[in-house]
């Protein structure tokens, strides 16, 4: 059930006190979980701007897409995340069926270079964008997909502890409302060699779990069923692993129901986490107020630790067919 205002109030100041007490017993975070349980406060401050009435909803071409562009790109930068070719921003374009003028959007796009296998690459993907303002009501967006948005800044945040084996790129994706735009701008024109893509992990709706995390994509890539089940026998929240099997009944195989469905569909596999729809989903009740904050810890904890293992265990001994 939605939590209240005061309750999320007080959520966040029970947080950073916890964070303020461990500061000053403990030594500073040496691991990417720890790094990510001290980053909670920003977390949460990050999902409450991305999901503001002044982004009015991130409606692609606004002025609020554009600022909350902005703030994921000084996000990246503060992370040490890398912009790739120099620039974060990387605008793509396309033209609507019986439109006479093309529609233009923006992807964001860093990395950080892979200690071992600097040529292969872990895309972790996310979209910004969200529904804007509809009959002067704003749609705020904040599970769909502030959530994922701000988990790319958190999971960034978190691997400054550490190396990883391979190269990680951070894309946050816009126009995916309007039929995963950007990410199929990003597979038409890769930053980097589409081969050298071992996977995307994708994220949206990460934030409204009820308890429950949904992972798709080991229906695709078997490889991947081993290694999510050994993550969920010690999550701090239930994995799910399925909504990706072929010949399910509409609406039950997310394969292609947000980014990753570009990847797929180029025969590169994909992990996507998300949950089931609520009944605030594409509503303009989806606010910062309804996300419980150690839901979302939590979640963001069972991602991360997946993405650890991954990049210990690739390359993946099979891949996907579309």
């Keep these: 059930m939605p ?6 109030a007080a959520a966040v100041a029970a947080l950073c006190l916890c964070v303020a007490c461990g500061s000053r017993a403990q030594a500073p975070p040496v691991t990417p979980l720890e790094a990510l349980s001290a980053d909670s406060v920003q977390l949460l401050e990050d999902l409450r701007y991305l999901s503001s009435d002044p982004l009015a909803g991130r409606a692609t071409g606004t002025q609020g ?17 890398e912009p790739v070719g120099g620039v974060f921003d990387w605008p793509f374009s396309w033209l609507p069926a019986g439109e006479a003028e093309a529609r233009e959007g923006v992807n964001l ?39 994922g948005a701000t988990a790319l800044l958190a999971i960034a945040r978190a691997l400054r502890a550490t190396t990883t084996r391979n190269s990680i790129l ?37 934030a409204r779990t009820g308890g429950l995390l949904w992972a798709a994509g080991g229906a695709h890539t078997p ?38 469905a570009a990847f797929f569909q180029e025969g590169i596999p994909f992990l996507y986490f998300g949950v089931e729809d609520h009944p605030d989903y594409h509503r303009p009740t989806d606010d910062f107020e309804n996300v419980d904050p150690g839901e979302y810890l939590n979640a963001l904890r069972t991602i991360l630790t997946t993405l650890l293992a991954l990049d210990e265990t690739l390359p993946l001994e099979t891949h996907p067919t579309p």
């Design 3 to 8: 939590i209240a205002a005061s309750k999320t």
């Design 65 to 81: 897409a554009a600022l909350a562009r902005a703030y994921l790109a000084e996000g990246f930068r503060s992370a040490g995340v």
């Design 170 to 206: 951070f894309v946050a994706f816009d126009a995916e409302e309007s039929g995963l735009r950007g990410a199929h701008a990003f597979v038409a024109d890769p930053p980097v060699p589409l081969e050298q893509v071992a996977i995307d992990v994708n994220l949206d709706m990460v």
């Design 223 to 260: 490889a991947l069923v081993p290694l999510l089940e050994r993550v969920a026998a010690t999550s701090p929240v239930e994995l799910a692993l399925g909504h990706d099997r072929p010949g399910a009944p509409e609406g039950d195989d997310w394969t292609r129901s947000s980014d990753h």
């Design 109 to 147: 796009i860093g990395g950080r270079t892979g200690s071992e296998h600097p040529e292969r690459y872990i895309v972790v993907s996310a979209h910004y964008d969200h529904l804007g303002v509809r009959d002067g009501v704003v749609f705020n967006g904040a599970d769909d997909n502030a959530s």
